[in-house]
């Protein structure tokens, strides 16, 4: 963009020009905008077909009526020559040669001239045409006028802006014309151009600056507007773009208050500065300008706080740092000061506090007392004391003690500086000059802080006077005398009133009145001080407290004199009063060599007296300054003298000082020039009406000496201490200011000091000692209002209060007491500092709806003075109670199933419709939807739900999502019922709980199911059914949908656990996945399982073989030692017999995968492997993987389980069923069973000769891979279980003992309850299929057919459908039917790519009860595969025939061809195998001719080349000898197969390998696909199933013609038991049975119903075919031409039976009339005619066969519409037509010989319109 890389921009620019047509005849000006920024300039050439030439020439510079000629220069720039034709310019303006060829040699060059003659001031142009062989190009002419134009850019973007911020760019733009061109802008606000107007040369550029100060936050796109040209006559425009938005600045701080930052700078030392970092934050895209200013302070108060920077600019999303310093100065303070950050065009202000505390040093000395004893004159003593500084701040101290020798005390150093956290030692000297005691009170200063005392005592001894000695505890007792008044009393005084008992002796042996007078306040520090350098005067004069003539003893005046009247020696007199009652004796302390003297040096002053002493000044040196502390002792005279004077009353000295200041500079003479630092210049004292101290630091910076003075009078409110002084180079001086402020004070109160007593040298003291009143703000001019508020909650509410005073208050609330209960402030009491602002928190609890107006009051007053009169604020507090309720957005929450163990969170959205804010708490109730829980497991189990947050509020008018987990424990339906109760300010409950909603859930496991198996390899000719079996399938889907053990959920996913090669199991569900029985080196076994996830969430599932579950250890952990189940597991594992593909996934809701289990036959034997089937957060099922490899020649049968369970029978019955036994052939060849009967025997002659168990075929016979079905008929005597143990022989094979079961049961003890229904478990095999083997083409629609509880002798019909859903092969199909109940129509067929093919299914159901369990397979073979094997096994054929036929004999070969064949073979020896002759090698082992299946299109014929060599050597062409017959490969034994597997094969071995590997062998036809269809039913006896299956006899149709069988013979079944059954003799059984057939026999006789009903169903009217004879049919003799019964015979049915010929054969009917005709007279009456037609109706109508006629015709109506339908000729859905009816009379005459014989004589008419009626 323009406006972020600023330069020229014309390279991206339009041209805008003004340009006049050549049809113009006048001026006129339009505007045309081109897209090229710069025009190709003349000196540019280009390339038109290897002609190098101009693109265009032009004419600028011209005038009327002249010619302007311009040269075309072409040039041949190709290797070869070039011929150019041309086409002069159409128009006369322009003008060249006359059209010729021009000729180029590659090379040369050709100038064209061409002439340009204007009339007319227009732009003019043109084209001149050349042409070559290779095509044509055109030169340009154009002739132009002058014109204005400019080249400025599209548009212009600038860069976001803050709104009241400004941006700019800039851009260029160019006079793109050869004409001086003016120029002048117009852009609207907020844009701005710099400059808007100029004039613009030639060719010349323009920079111009765009402006954008937005005020509002927009897009904003903005046309500038530029008039150019002589007059403006032209305008061009330019695209101005702007974005602004809103500014928004953050501060970053590490404190945070309601409504601003906090800095908190914490503890400073007084002094010192603080810097602390603060942070302003640009979150935005925009470029931010702030400012940061202070809020309002209160006058006068002091600026602590500095900001280094006070605005600036933050860039986007980036921050600066803001330092603040903080310098304090006033010691035990807090000072608070908010700063604000303003931005322009923000909507808000930011504000930041800054708050910091103020601390001083804490100084404190060792001892407070230092005895330095009894010293004898003229000698010292030493003593020391520590001054400790326990802060952490710089500490100045000073003792107010003469260092110059005029004291007996000398102390060192008296001055300096304490580091913070140390100690400095002092050295302090006693020299006493005088026999007496000596004690003074010392003064130790502290910057900022209150003096320290030291008291000092020591005695002095001489020969001749020994005063009493000083001790500490006299000072005890002179401080407990001075609060009692007694120390105004000499000793004796005192000795005598003890004498006289005036006073007494405490306990402590302090003296005391009898009655004590008021004790006297004590002194602080600083009045202390005061009074001691005042000289000891009433303080009422200095505006302290009076104390009367008890507080001072002695005092002096002045207490200071001042010596400047240069070198002259001069004096002043100073004057004591003794105020005590005794005598007293002044004693000063002389110095030698001092320039001061005090004259007399003692004397004694009587009570109450005073007198005056002379200092005299006399300087030793001039032109220096002089100064000194005089110090004067007194004492009470009697106190000289020990013996005069008791203990008790012992009184020590008091001392007093004369501050002196002097210089002897000569008149005229220069003084010093000070250097001194002063701290603090300004001096702010509270705003209280107080007695207030501060203290101010004053340094000698340089090295020489220094003089201060302060003149009282300048300042008579503010007292400074000491006035004047010497300070000594590098020391200090700590100066004492006391005030009491006053409301009328000025604000600013100045006090001078003057140095080195020189007027030139001065240093002004601002003092501020104003009075003020405590203020406080309060927000919303003292009105707070509330919210409305629920009844029994609280709302909560800021409000500020602010401090606008430069004191500290203490502040405290006043509620009344009946508003104590509604409302609340926290915090209630409270200090605020100066300036600042407090929120403090309103709680308003309404227990009424109603509108409250309280008024509470705010009392607050200064903290220094807690005893002075308070002020206070009146606050108008309104708030409003309404009633408040909540309800949930949903009243029903479902969340589905959720994995049990696991968690899921939801919200539960609630609402809050009123216009309060509720306070609530959720209670939850559990209940679980499973009736089959018990009572007991629903009140133990834990709440699944639980609420993140159970109590909370909801504001008026809002919505609150309260977040909630489930954690749900077991597998059942959950519902949740939340409950809320409304809760007060104190969290108690209002109410009692209200319905909210209601959630519901359902705790899952992860599920999976097996929808589908598929088989292929070994186990193809395995029917789904035995497939499900094998692998428990139905067993495994029912521990899937149950729920995991507890054990099971120890690894809640795959986990390696283990250290052993079998790991250990948690699980009690196991199952066997039985892979059969393969011969060795077959394909392996595959079975494909078809997961689905049939729940709702997903599923993880993984098969863990044991090396899955194993923990891998090092090689040196191995222990080496394996079991015998160990090393079978690595056997199998490491040549991965067993193998699944995929072994784990995850499965989404209804999701399905296949799953491959695959079983290599690699060794002989039985191979067994564990497997964990695991879910993740779910089952755990132990799958134990077993398989069974035989040897190729071994017969074997095989069983999965050695027990077999009948269906159970009912006793009492005639017609037990049949049931069936699968027997499965795993080996490689046929084999031959037999069955031992005689357990059979011993159980039927157990009871009684009953024939409990048979088997129907004891013996038979199982090809390889296929099922042979044992038939059984159980038919128990009692209720009982019945078990028997049978052998099965297998010829040449192993024998296998199976138990067998049986259960018989009672109908009438059991009722409806009976199992007589199909088993259950045939119906949970799924029907269709789920998933597709690989290289299937062909599909059923139904892989299953239930046809369930059927009755004997009817038939059941199914349709199926076919589909070929390949694109592009072809299918043959063929269904190999073995059971005579089962027809399938068509047989067999062809299919199309992408067609189906309608097959009907039809069982029909024998005479005897029976169990259906067939598998019907049909194979499927691809045309294209078989045409490949017809074509290859005829070229097979063709060569065979050519070896057979083929030979040559010469005389010479003639020996040598008798030795061509092999040693001991002959010619039709050769081929065959060894040892097999034609006969045998023509058929398999086992197998006859008959027996012998050939491929599909070919005859015995056509197959009976097996006496035929069949495999045939290749044709050699080659080679010196050519064998025509070759030897095939020894045939190897099951051994030496397997031998071959592990050792390396022989030399000879490898040759016959060779030589097998060159032979032709027969072509193979295909290996068909099966597709198994698997088709159950049970049949049940007439009887049996109208007893228990009433509401199904009306869907059967039973062929009567069939009678059921109720006995059973044939060749292949058992006698039936009647013939088995002995003759029954006479005897007990006789008798019996005679006795029960006559009761029956006689009862029948004698009952009157059945007599009834013989007679009714012997005149019972037949309605049809009255032309056949009554006599000629009897009701169970079968008519010529019926249908035989389909049991028993191979034969079936075709599916559209021909018409009997009992309906439709005319030669029928006419014999049947005719004979009627002939036994009838002819004189036959109608009546008796009719009444002969309609019994002969009737007799036909209850033959059975002309019901099963009726139902053949019906149901191949039904069979051929549903193939019409299925083929698209009929359309089921398709709306019925409507057929007008014949009258009532014609359809009753239509009944009769007329319309029989309209049938007779046109059946196929008639039948034609049957069927489209009812096709109708």
């Known amino acids: 963009m323009l406006a972020e890389v600023p330069g020229n921009p014309l390279s991206s620019g339009l041209l805008w020009t003004a340009t006049r047509g050549k049809d113009e005849k006048r001026p006129g000006l339009t505007l045309q905008r081109s897209g090229d920024a710069q025009r190709k300039m003349p000196s540019q050439r280009c390339c038109f077909l290897g002609v190098e030439t101009w693109e265009e020439l032009k004419w600028e510079d011209w005038e009327l009526g002249g010619e302007f000629t311009k040269t075309l220069l072409l040039k041949n720039i190709h290797s070869k020559l070039q011929k150019l034709r041309f086409r002069p310019p159409a128009s006369k303006f322009f003008t060249t040669l006359f059209p010729q060829i021009i000729t180029l040699s590659p090379g040369t060059s050709f100038s064209l001239p061409v002439t340009f003659r204007p009339l007319d001031r227009c732009e003019y142009q043109d084209t001149i045409e050349f042409h070559s062989k290779d095509g044509l190009f055109q030169v340009s002419l154009r002739a132009t006028i002058p014109h204005h134009a400019l080249d400025v850019p599209e548009s212009v973007l600038l860069p976001p802006c803050a709104v009241l911020h400004q941006s700019q760019t800039v851009f260029m733009f160019r006079n793109a014309s050869k004409l001086q061109t003016g120029f002048r802008w117009e852009v609207p606000s907020p844009f701005q151009l710099c400059p808007e107007s100029g004039m613009l040369e030639p060719g010349q550029e323009c920079r111009v600056a765009v402006l954008f100060r937005p005020r509002e936050a927009l897009v904003y796109q903005v046309q500038a507007s530029c008039a150019f040209g002589d007059e403006g006559e032209n305008s061009c425009t330019v695209l101005l773009q702007g974005l602004s938005k809103y500014p928004f600045l953050q501060i970053s701080a590490p404190g945070q208050e309601e409504g601003c930052k906090v800095l908190e700078f914490g503890n400073v030392p007084v002094g010192c500065n603080m810097e602390r970092h603060f942070e302003i934050l640009n979150p935005s895209s925009i470029t931010t300008s702030f400012s940061l200013s202070r809020m309002q302070r209160p006058p006068l108060s002091e600026s602590v706080f500095q900001c280094g920077i006070q605005k600036g600019e933050v860039a986007p999303r980036t921050s600066i740092r803001v330092p603040v310093i903080f310098s304090p100065g006033t010691v035990d303070s807090t000072t608070v000061d908010y700063l604000s950050l303003t931005c322009p065009g923000a909507l808000s202000k930011t504000l930041l506090k800054v708050t910091g505390t103020c601390i001083g040093p804490q100084v404190s000395l060792s001892s407070s007392m230092l005895d330095f004893g009894c010293v004898d004159e003229g000698e010292e003593a030493l003593r020391t004391v520590d001054i400790i500084n326990s802060s952490s701040v710089e500490a100045q101290y000073q003792f107010d003690l003469d260092a110059t020798g005029h004291s007996v005390f000398t102390l060192e150093p008296a001055c300096g500086t304490l580091p913070p956290n140390s100690h400095r030692r002092l050295r302090l000297l006693f020299r006493p000059h005088h026999p007496m005691g000596h004690h003074r009170r010392v003064v130790c200063l502290l910057l900022h802080r209150e003096p320290l005392f030291l008291d000092l005592i020591g005695t002095c001894h001489s020969e001749q006077l020994k005063p009493a000695i000083l001790h500490p505890r006299h000072l005890v007792l002179y401080r407990q005398h001075l609060a009692r008044g007694l120390t105004c009393y000499p000793p004796d005084v005192l000795g005598a009133m003890l004498a006289e008992d005036k006073i007494q002796v405490d306990l402590e042996g302090a003296l005391m009145l009898q009655e004590d007078p008021a004790a006297v306040p004590e002194k602080s520090p600083m009045e202390e001080y005061y009074q001691g350098c005042a000289g000891g005067k009433a303080e009422a004069e200095l505006g302290g407290r009076g104390e009367g003539s008890n507080s001072s003893h002695i005092t002096v005046d002045p207490p200071e004199l001042l010596f400047h009247n240069g070198s002259v020696s001069t004096s002043q007199s100073v004057t004591l009063s003794n105020h005590t009652k005794g005598k007293l004796s002044l004693i000063w302390t002389p110095a030698p060599n001092s320039s001061f003297s005090v004259t007399p040096s003692s004397c004694d002053l009587g009570p109450l007296k005073s007198t005056a002493f002379r200092v005299s000044y006399t300087p030793k040196q001039h032109n220096t300054f002089h100064g000194a502390q005089l110090e004067c002792f007194a004492l009470y005279k009697v106190l000289r003298d020990h013996r005069q004077v008791e203990d008790r009353t012992l009184c020590p000295p008091w001392c007093v000082t004369v501050r002196v200041i002097g210089h002897s500079f000569q008149p005229g003479r220069e003084h010093f020039i000070p250097r001194f630092s002063l701290q603090r210049p300004r001096v702010v004292f509270p705003a209280l009406s107080l007695v207030s101290y501060r203290t101010v630091l004053l340094e000698n910076m340089g090295d020489l000496p220094l003089v201060f003075r302060l003149d009282p009078e300048e300042c008579p409110s503010v007292s400074v201490q000491p006035t004047s002084g010497l300070v000594q180079p590098g020391h200090h001086q700590i100066l004492t200011l006391r005030t009491t402020p006053a409301e009328d004070c000025p604000a600013k109160l100045p006090i001078t000091l003057h140095f080195n007593a020189s007027p030139k040298h001065t240093q002004e003291l601002s003092v501020v000692s104003v009075v003020e009143k405590p203020c406080l703000s309060l927000e919303g001019d003292g009105s707070l209002f509330f919210k409305p508020t629920a009844m029994g909650s609280r709302s909560q509410s800021p409000y500020r209060v602010r401090n606008l005073t430069r004191l500290p208050l203490r502040f405290r609330w006043r509620i009344p007491v009946p508003d104590q209960r509604i409302i609340s402030v926290a915090p209630d009491t409270g200090v605020l500092q100066p300036n600042e602002t407090m929120v403090q928190t309103w709680s308003f609890t309404p227990f009424e709806e109603m509108v409250y107006n309280l008024k509470p009051n705010l009392t607050f007053w200064p903290i220094q003075t807690p005893g002075c009169r308070k002020s206070r604020l009146p606050l108008k507090v309104v708030g409003m109670a309404s009633k408040g309720s909540i309800q949930a957005e949903h009243g029903v929450l479902n969340l589905g199933e959720v994995l049990v163990g696991d968690c899921r969170s939801f919200e539960v959205p609630l609402i809050n419709n009123g216009s309060c804010s509720v306070s609530f708490c959720l209670a939850v109730q559990q209940s679980l939807l499973d009736p089959g829980l018990p009572e007991n497991s629903q009140k133990k189990d834990p709440v699944a739900l639980e609420l993140d947050s159970e109590r909370g509020t909801i504001p008026a008018r809002s919505r609150l999502l309260i977040r909630s987990t489930v954690r749900p424990a077991r597998r ?125 969430i997903p ?112 006793i009492g019955g005639f017609s037990p069923p049949k049931q069936v036994y699968e027997l499965y052939n795993g080996g490689a060849v046929p084999l031959r069973y037999r069955v031992d009967t005689e357990p059979l025997e011993q159980l039927t002659a157990d009871n009684f000769g009953h024939p409990v168990l048979q088997c129907l075929n004891p013996q038979g016979e199982v090809t390889p891979g296929r099922t042979a079905l044992l038939e059984w008929v159980l038919s128990p005597l009692e209720a009982k279980t019945y078990s028997v143990d049978i052998s099965i022989h297998v010829l040449e094979g192993d024998t296998m003992l199976l138990t067998f079961e049986g259960c018989g049961f ?176 023509s058929y398999p082992q086992g197998h006859t001719q008959s027996q012998i299946s050939y491929p599909q299109g070919h005859t015995q014929s056509q197959t009976q080349e097996s006496n035929i060599k069949e495999v045939l050597p290749s044709p050699q062409r080659t080679g010196p000898v050519v064998r025509k017959y070759k030897t095939l490969p020894p045939i190897c034994s099951s051994s030496a197969v397997v031998g071959g597997m592990c050792t390396r094969p022989s030399r000879a071995e490898r040759r016959a390998q060779r030589e097998a590997s060159q032979v032709w062998r027969r072509p193979e036809p295909p290996c068909p696909t099966l597709l198994h269809l698997g088709v159950t039913a049970r049949s049940h006896s007439l009887l049996e199933f109208q007893t228990f299956f009433p509401s199904l006899l009306s869907t059967h149709h039973i062929n009567r013609s069939a009678r059921p069988n109720v006995t059973r013979c044939g060749s292949r079944q058992s006698r039936p038991p009647s013939v088995d059954m002995p003759p ?122 002309f019901c099963d006629v009726t139902e053949e015709v019906l149901l191949n109506t039904l069979q051929n519409l549903m193939m019409e339908a299925f083929l698209g000729e009929l359309v089921l859905t398709a709306r019925p037509r409507i057929i007008a009816l014949p009258p009532v009379s014609a359809r009753r005459n239509s009944c009769g010989s007329r319309r029989l014989s309209r049938g007779g004589a046109d059946p196929d008419r008639s039948r034609e319109t049957r069927g489209g009626s009812s096709g109708s």
């Not at 699944?1140 to 491959?1156: D, E, F, M, Y």
């Not at 059991?1310 to 690989?1334: C, I, K």
């Not at 009761?1639 to 009157?1648: A, G, K, T, V, W």
């Not at 599916?1695 to 009838?1720: F, I, N, W």
Request: charged share 20%.
């Open 1306 to 1481: 009672d109908n009438s003890v059991l009722g409806e309850s009976a199992p007589l229904q199909l088993h259950d478990g045939y119906m949970s095999v799924p029907s269709t299929q789920r998933m597709a083997l690989p290289n299937q083409v062909l599909f059923l629609s139904e892989e299953r057919l239930c046809l369930g509880d059927i009755p004997v002798c009817s038939r059941s019909t199914r349709v199926l459908f076919l589909t070929n859903v390949s694109h592009s092969d072809r299918v043959l199909y063929n269904w190999n039917l073995t059971d005579q109940s089962v027809q399938i129509y068509p047989e067999h067929g062809a299919l199309s790519p992408g067609e189906s093919s309608l097959c009907i299914l039809t069982l029909q159901a024998s005479g005897s009860p029976s169990f259906y369990q067939l598998d019907i397979i049909c194979e499927v073979t691809l045309e294209e595969a078989l045409s490949q094997y017809r074509q290859d096994l005829r070229q097979w054929e063709l060569e065979r025939d050519r070896q057979r036929n083929e030979f040559s004999l010469t005389d010479k070969d003639l020996q040598q061809s008798q030795t061509s064949y092999p040693q001991g073979h002959t010619q039709s020896q050769t081929s065959y195998p060894q040892g097999q002759t034609q006969s045998q090698t």
């Open 1624 to 1745: 029954l003799s006479h005897g007990p059984e006789r008798e019996i049975i005679t006795h029960t057939l006559t009761s029956i026999f006689r009862s029948l006789l004698d009952d009157p119903h059945f007599h009834h009903s013989l007679v009714n169903g012997v005149a019972e009217p037949v309605p049809y075919f009255t032309q056949l004879r009554q006599t000629a049919y009897t009701p169970t003799t079968p008519l010529p031409g019926a249908a035989t019964p389909y049991p028993g015979t191979r034969e079936a049915p075709p599916p559209c039976p021909p018409t009997p010929q009992l309906l439709m054969g005319g030669s029928l009917y006419s014999a049947g009339v005719t004979e009627v005709t002939k036994q009838q007279p002819q004189t036959q009456k109608p009546t008796v005619k009719r009444e002969r037609q309609l019994n002969v109706q009737e007799t036909i109508r209850r033959l059975p066969e």
């Open 1099 to 1210: 599923v993880e599932w993984s098969f863990l073989f044991p090396e899955d579950q194993q923990i891998e250890l090092e090689y040196w952990a191995e222990t080496g030692e394996f079991s015998a189940t160990e090393l079978h597991h690595m056997k199998a594992q490491d040549n991965r017999l067993f193998n699944i593909a995929p072994r784990s996934g995850k499965l989404h809701p209804g999701q399905q995968k296949a799953v491959t289990f695959s079983y290599r036959h690699n060794f002989v034997g039985t191979d067994r492997l564990p497997v964990l089937f695991k879910l993740s957060h779910g089952r755990e099922i132990l799958l134990n993987f077993m398989g069974v490899t035989v040897e190729r020649d071994r017969h074997y049968l095989h069983f999965t389980c050695t027990k077999h369970v009948f269906a159970p029978v009912p």
């Open 972 to 1096: 059942t339906r959950y519902c949740w019922d939340l409950t809320y109760q409304t809760l007060s300010s104190a969290g108690s409950v209002l109410d009692a709980p209200q319905a909210l909603c209601q959630v519901q859930g359902e705790g899952v496991f992860p599920t999976l199911e097996v929808t589908d198996v598929r088989c292929s390899g070994s186990v193809e000719g395995l029917s789904k059914l035995q497939i499900w079996s094998l692998f428990s399938l139905g067993h495994l889907n029912a521990h899937l949908q149950r729920d995991p053990a507890p054990p099971e959920l120890t690894y809640r996913v795959p986990t390696r656990h283990s250290l052993r090669r079998c790991p250990s199991i948690f699980t009690a569900a196991m199952l066997d996945f039985n892979f059969s029985a393969a011969p060795l080196g077959s394909d392996p076994s595959n079975v494909l399982l078809m997961f689905e996830n049939t729940g709702s």
